[in-house]
């Protein structure tokens, strides 16, 4: 069967991603991968370690000032990554 239209390659990529079952990991991982453009690399430097669990992003940090500071704006935080990232992927932040 010839393909007479030209697909583009995200579709494609996106399609696979799709079919396989694996979209909602796969936007947890790009959220965390997001983390440095959003937050910028002044924050990132303190950041250790970051995973998404049951829609909770998890964060820990070196810094317990930073980490304070952070408490105060996780609402905005989440929103900003969840716009990052194209759809809602978490509904909270815990910092460790």
């Known amino acids: 069967m010839k393909r007479t239209e ?5 579709d494609i990529i996106d399609a696979a ?12 991982q790009k959220l965390c991968y997001l ?34 500071e952070l408490q ?4 905005r935080l989440v929103e900003e990554l969840n716009k ?3 759809r809602n992927v978490i509904t909270n932040i815990i910092f460790h």
């Open 6 to 10: 030209a697909k583009c390659i995200k």
């Open 17 to 28: 991603i799709n079919d396989s079952g694996i979209s909602t990991s796969f936007d947890e």
């Open 35 to 68: 983390w440095p453009e959003v937050m910028g690399q002044s924050i990132n430097r303190y950041t250790t370690r970051r995973y998404v669990e049951n829609g909770v992003l998890h964060v820990y940090l070196s810094s317990a000032a930073l980490k304070n």
């Open 72 to 75: 105060f704006h996780r609402t």
């Open 84 to 86: 990052a990232a194209g």
